[in-house]
């Protein structure tokens, strides 16, 4: 199989997505009066020059319109978890390939939390849908967290470049992985992925100064992009940060 064209969510091979999955995996705590609408974070994924925006199936589903009229490609995410569940995390498949290509999805992400004792399930619901999506020709990004007992005491760094690497070893198009904060590890990680392209989630929310001055450094290691949410949602000027990091990133 030839490989699965990006064009759609890429723009000069470079990847820059708005992340707003956060309502059911960390809880509406995110939120404030205004970026608790989804209408205002489709509104600043269109205004901020993203090249994809990533939701569930539920925003996707009743705000398709707003969605399609926005042109911001859109990435399905088709598992999820809440926070309240406090054993070995396991995230279960919400929507179907099949659903995320009726309403109008350009690519499709799905969670693994290896090194949970439910990474088996979790890693064999993933070919299915890698096999779907891309008979369908839609690329398919997998967050791949490292997360459970299993790996409580191993090195972030380590941890890191594993998981750039079973991106690739499982056939994914682009692996989302946490920037564990060591540069040289990242280039590392960039390395172990090989042909499968590496985005890197934006983390927590942290000073403005030091949010750019970080994705400055990520960009240089040659990973594919960033997929931001909370540090531009939560912004004080959300449309003009992401100005500034889109520039970063697509130097």
């Known amino acids: 199989m030839k490989g699965i064209n990006l064009n759609k969510i890429t723009n000069n091979g470079k990847a820059f997505y708005l992340a707003y999955d956060q309502g059911m995996e960390h809880g509406p705590i995110e939120f404030n009066d205004e970026n608790v609408d989804p209408n205002y974070i489709i509104n600043l994924a269109k205004s901020g020059g993203y090249n994809g925006l990533i939701v569930g199936k539920g925003i996707a ?4 319109k707003e969605i399609f009229r926005s042109k911001v490609p859109l990435i399905l995410k088709l598992n999820g978890k809440t926070s309240l569940f406090k054993g070995e995390p396991v995230s279960a498949r919400l929507c179907t390939v099949k659903e995320a290509r009726k309403l109008g999805a350009s690519a499709v992400g799905y969670t693994i939390y ?13 070919e299915e849908i890698e096999r779907e999506a891309h ?25 890191m470049m594993y998981s750039a690497r079973i991106g690739l070893e499982i056939g994914a198009d682009i692996v989302k992985l946490k920037y564990s904060g060591n540069l040289k590890a990242l280039k590392k990680a960039v390395a172990a992925a090989g042909r499968c392209k590496i985005v890197v989630a934006g983390g927590i ?12 450094e990520i960009v240089e290691t040659g990973v594919l992009g960033m997929a931001v949410g909370r540090n531009i949602w939560k912004s004080k000027n959300p449309e003009k940060l992401s100005k500034e990091t889109r520039k970063i990133i697509f130097y």
């Open 61 to 64: 589903e009743k705000y398709n």
């Open 114 to 126: 290896v090194g949970s004792e439910y990474e088996n399930e979790m890693l064999k619901e993933f």
């Open 135 to 159: 008979k369908l020709g839609m690329p398919v990004i997998a967050w791949i967290y490292p997360r459970g007992k299993s790996v409580e005491k191993e090195k972030e760094d380590d941890l």
């Open 205 to 216: 929310k942290v000073e403005e100064k030091d949010f750019l001055k970080q994705c400055k």
